[in-house]
Nanobody
Framework: QVQLVESGGGLVQAGGSLRLSCAAS????????MGWYRQAPEKQRELVAT???????NYGDSVKGRFTISRDNAKNTVYLQMNSLKPEDTGVYSC??????????????WGTGTLVTVSS
């Protein structure tokens, strides 16, 4: 019912920057929270950042001060600006949307993920 399409991953050197985007589509009434999670090889998925409809962000401890999350509610799109990237930021970044559909169903949707690789 809610589809997420991510873009912006890639290979970057340590200290560099990348910007991820995630656009939601489908039968959407509202998306109270959108955000990003990541999973590194052989590690559990962890919170990167989420943001509410009114713009309140929540960051994982490891990215505070380096990453900035934002969203465009009119476009149902969330962005993640990643600066001062470190090799330990490498992983698959997945977009998440906690959404309410037009039929008032609550869904928790995930994108397929985009790979971010930070070389040392």
């Amino acid at each position: 019912q809610v589809q997420l399409v991510e873009s912006g991953g890639g290979l970057v050197q340590a200290g560099g920057s990348l910007r991820l985007s995630c656009a939601a589509s489908g039968s959407i009434f509202t998306i109270p929270s959108m955000g990003w999670y990541r999973q590194a090889p052989e590690k559990q998925r962890e919170l990167v950042a989420t943001i509410t409809t009114d713009g309140r962000p929540n960051y994982g401890d490891s990215v505070k001060g380096r990453f900035t999350i934002s969203r465009d509610n009119a476009k149902n799109t969330v962005y993640l600006q990643m600066n001062s990237l470190k090799p330990e930021d490498t992983g698959v970044y997945s977009c998440n949307a906690y959404a309410v559909t037009m039929t008032r169903d609550v869904v928790n949707s995930w994108g397929t993920g985009t790979l971010v690789t930070v070389s040392s």
